[in-house]
Nanobody, 122 residues
């Protein structure tokens, strides 16, 4: 499984960005594609995840209101729409593929893409 994240950039506080994760390789229904982020000096943290098939998605309390995860199976892509961005959202964002419940820890994921930098300026 290969993943490639894109769509990061510099945005002002309150702005929006949509990140994309291109997925290729042996994808099948039980896999969850997750988004994580890591700010300098901090641990990698879960943002949101979505199962490749079906309706299941996973969020944190802080991401649910401002971040929406979606997928387009025909395009082999998963998206993270981020709105009302804050400076504390500044981080490198990674997408990953995993099979282990609860799908919220880095160790639940086996395949990682390179990150995309998101910088929110005040």
């Amino acid at each position: 499984v290969q993943l490639q994240a894109s769509g990061g950039g510099l945005v002002l506080t309150g702005g929006s960005l949509r990140l994309s994760c291109a997925v290729s390789g042996g994808i099948f229904g039980s896999v969850v594609i997750g988004w994580f982020r890591q700010a300098p000096g901090k641990e990698r943290e879960f943002v949101a995840g979505i199962r490749w098939t079906g309706d299941s998605s996973y969020h944190t309390g802080s991401s649910k209101d401002r971040f929406a995860i979606s997928r387009d199976n025909a395009k082999n892509a998963v998206y993270l729409q981020m709105s009302s961005l804050k400076p504390e959202d500044t981080a490198v964002y990674y997408c990953a593929a995993g099979f282990k419940f609860p799908y919220r820890r880095p160790d639940d994921y086996d395949y990682w893409g390179q990150g995309t930098q998101v910088t929110v300026s005040s």
